[in-house]
């Protein structure tokens, strides 16, 4: 592995912090018991007091009471678990309409798709070129049988943030649930879910430089959902399996470590790579120039292919990616920005920069200056743009 590596994807996956894996160990080696086990022996409950501390810190960080919180495997069972268990719950008794974004994150976009051919209606609210939701279109998309929004908090690729207060506010008025991917601003945007009127909100540790495996889903009560994954009782009955205490230590230690200090660190650092990366011609920023994640950049250069970009990028030990996260070895472009109106060119030529607490601010100048090079290398070399 290249010792001088420079990793700018933390929206894909943050290093673990030391401190985070310190808190999970002892519960790995020494209090190993599922949480079940408190009716039984010391060990057991051991387990069990651990995860409700743990629940009792990630509620508390989104204004939240400990019986709101479900821990899950990560984001994209958080997601499945609120589209598909209001799906179930509400399916039959109210209607089987659902609303959503084209640009949201795959756990959400193939949820509705599934549910999609299972015979529900899904309808795409229109975005403007930034990504941001046109209200009036969605308060006109409502109708007596939806059951659900869902909408993301951030995007995770182009990094824009969506106005859940005024989202919430619409459908509070028209009776429907709303649930929110909040993956990418949990612990870096400040939310509450005492004023923010979202219904369900997935969070996971694996942005947060916590464990992967281990996620949350925020359910307010009251709020009906079917139990999804069947098994055990665990989880307040909604989800069958055994609880990862390790991991919900861990994610619990990681929110605790998220300070709007470092928050604010990771925000310089964006905004100077922004200015440095627009200096090149032909390149724009993708998503609201200030309604957006502290932590992203995400800029298209015209002329040049995404993917070259990140596999020169590559070599020269800097990690970025092109695209989505998940999805960036495909050939397809990337359909956030293909969803907000830009052209395939500018889906190809896109490339995302995230910072996590491991960046220094030296590492802002030194990827400035290897894209600059590199994209000024493959203009020279490229068919595109010449007559």
């Known amino acids: 592995m290249n010792e001088h590596l420079v990793y700018l994807d933390n929206a894909a996956a943050t290093r673990v912090d030391e401190r985070v894996i310190e808190a999970m160990l002892p519960y790995m080696t020494e209090n190993y018991a599922v949480a079940t086990s408190q009716f039984g ?5 051991a387990s069990k007091e651990a995860l409700d501390g743990a629940r009792a810190t990630l509620a508390g960080r989104l204004g939240a009471t400990s019986e709101e919180f479900i821990f899950t495997s990560g984001s994209a069972e958080s997601s499945n678990l609120a589209i598909k268990g209001v799906a179930l719950a509400l399916g039959e008794k109210k209607g089987r309409h659902i609303i959503s974004t084209a640009i949201e994150d795959f756990p959400v976009l193939h949820s509705v798709r599934s ?24 308060r006109a998309l409502i109708r007596p049988d939806t059951i659900l929004v869902t909408i993301q908090a951030a995007n995770q690729e182009i990094g824009t943030l969506q106005d859940l207060d005024a989202i919430g506010a619409i459908c509070r ?31 996971s540790a694996h942005t947060l430089h916590g464990p992967k495996g281990v996620g949350g889903l925020y359910v307010r009560k009251g709020t009906p959902l079917g139990k999804w994954m069947d098994g055990g009782f665990q989880e307040f009955n909604l989800r069958g399996g055994v609880e990862d205490i390790p991991g919900a230590v861990g994610f619990a230690r990681a929110i605790e470590l998220i300070t709007p200090e470092e928050t604010g660190r990771l925000l310089a650092m964006r905004e100077r790579l922004t200015a440095r990366l627009l200096e090149i011609p032909e390149s724009r920023v993708n998503g609201h120039p200030e309604q957006r994640l502290p932590h992203n950049a995400n800029v298209s250069f015209r002329f040049v292919e995404g993917e070259s970009v990140l596999l020169h990028l590559d070599l020269r030990g800097f990690a970025v990616s092109t695209g989505s996260a998940c ?22 030529g896109s490339i995302r920069f995230t910072f996590g607490r491991y960046n220094a601010p030296e590492d802002v100048d030194r990827v400035a200056d290897a894209l600059t090079d590199v994209v000024a290398r493959l203009r020279e070399i490229s068919p595109l743009g010449k007559e």
């Open 327 to 348: 999805f960036s070895r495909s050939l397809e472009g990337s359909h956030v920005i293909l969803g907000i109106g830009g052209n395939h060119e500018r889906a190809h």
């Open 115 to 138: 549910l999609e051919r299972q015979g529900f209606a899904v309808d795409y609210v229109r975005l403007d070129e930034y990504g941001r939701v046109d209200l009036e279109h969605l």
């Open 41 to 45: 022996y010391s060990l057991g409950l």
């Open 173 to 203: 008025e028209a009776g429907v649930l709303l649930h929110s991917d909040a993956t990418h601003t949990f612990g870096r945007v400040p939310l509450d879910v005492a004023v923010t009127p979202v219904d369900l909100l997935t969070v």
